[in-house]
């Protein structure tokens, strides 16, 4: 199996910003795409981000032009880049990655980003 772990989560202020990290341990599989996805207390997981193996990226409306992610694929990492963070960014960041041919999506543990207004 494939296996996530995520980190560089913490508590900032608005207007700083983050980078998220997540190490995939996949060397025996074919990742199509990773991304991120956040949740905060009380609502439903949402995306964030996601990129495929070949680059192309996709946001959530409320990220674009402050959030970038990217990846690399040697080292079978993805990352995600926050800048001009809101108190409305606040959440658990989740890493995930689905495999090419079965569409087995893995989640790592999550990790939270504080944003304090």
């Known amino acids: 199996q494939v296996q996530l772990v995520e980190s560089g989560g913490g508590l900032v202020q608005a207007g700083g910003s983050l980078r998220l990290s997540c190490a995939a341990s996949a060397s025996r599989y074919s990742i199509n795409v990773m991304g991120w996805y956040r949740q905060a207390p009380g609502k439903q997981r949402e995306l964030v981000a996601t990129?495929?193996?070949?680059?192309?990226?996709n946001y959530a409306d409320s990220v674009k032009g402050r959030f970038t992610i990217s990846r690399d694929n040697a080292k079978n990492a993805v990352y995600l880049q926050m800048n001009s963070l809101k108190p409305e960014d606040a959440a658990v960041y989740y890493c995930n990655a689905g495999l090419s041919v079965s569409g087995i999506v893995f989640w790592g543990q999550g990790t939270q980003v504080a944003v304090s207004s």
């Open positions: 990129i495929t193996r070949d680059g192309n990226t």
